[in-house]
């Protein structure tokens, strides 16, 4: 099954488990920053230096629909 798996999501998973918590909170929250920022307790700025992280550190792109259902299902199934 680890195949399937996007491995960005699998090596964040390992690595930095706060940022992982955001990614997949922010993509249950379809992608809505206000309500992402509400539910973990952090400012919108936060919340937007940690996906831009999430960006640059670890390649992780969910723009496209297809890259989007990749990363969230990764999400989903890695933790």
């Not at 399937?4 to 992982?20: C, D, R, T």
């Not at 918590?21 to 230096?49: D, M, P, V, W």
């Amino acid at each position: 099954m680890n195949s399937y798996l996007s491995p960005q999501i699998q090596k964040l998973a390992k690595e930095n488990s706060e940022l992982f918590k955001t990614l997949k909170f922010f993509l249950l929250n379809h992608e809505n920053k206000k309500q992402t920022a509400l539910g973990l307790q952090i400012h919108r700025s936060t919340l937007g230096y940690r996906l831009n992280k999430l960006e640059q550190e670890y390649e992780i792109n969910y723009n496209a629909p297809r890259e989007y259902l990749y990363v969230f299902l990764s999400c989903l199934l890695v933790g």
